[in-house]
């Protein structure tokens, strides 16, 4: 069975839902989406994945720790707890997790509103082998080394800037 998010008008208005993969293909198809970046508890760095093959619309890419559109009538956190609890088996309480920022995502592949929380934890992580194929900590000169940033997408190199702005890095 299709994957089926809701969608929203540029004033955040519910419109209606459609197929994930219309939505992967057509910017004006507002969606939302919550992410969650694991900090390290001693500071030393933070939690990227390696998805696998088979994930997503860029295949092979480094995204920040958990991360997924939000299920029909599902709130940000809740969605953060939900992908948390399902990619990485991490189950954590609400205020476990800090609101760090809200990032807005128009290109011509997609148009997401994403909700990055955070969440101090060292694990233990048992990550989804189907959806994930590597986790580790990155310390901060590894993410921002140039030459590494090649390894990323445009919205997670931007998602780091912010993170470094806001002090979080």
């Not at 992908?83 to 809200?102: C, I, N, P």
Request: hydrophobic share 35%; aromatic share 8%.
């Amino acid at each position: 069975m299709e994957e089926l998010l809701d969608i929203y008008d540029a004033s955040g208005n519910r419109i209606g839902r459609a197929p994930r993969r219309q939505c992967h293909g057509d910017p004006s198809l507002l969606h939302h989406t919550a992410h969650v970046v694991v900090f390290h508890p001693d500071g030393s760095g933070v939690l990227l994945q390696k998805r696998a093959l088979t994930k997503d619309i860029q295949p092979g890419k480094w995204d920040t720790a958990v991360g997924g559109h939000l299920d029909p009538g599902e709130g940000y956190l809740e969605g953060a707890l939900r992908e948390l609890r399902e990619e990485l088996g991490v189950t954590v309480e609400k205020d476990a997790l800090r609101h760090l920022f809200d990032s807005h995502i128009r290109n011509e592949i997609e148009s997401e509103d994403v909700r990055v929380f955070g969440l101090v934890s060292g694990g233990p992580f048992r990550f989804q082998r189907s959806e994930i194929s590597e986790i580790r900590f990155w310390t901060k000169m590894e993410l921002f080394a140039p030459e590494r940033q090649a390894e990323f997408t445009p919205n997670l190199v931007a998602e780091l800037e912010l993170l470094r702005e806001g002090g979080w890095l």
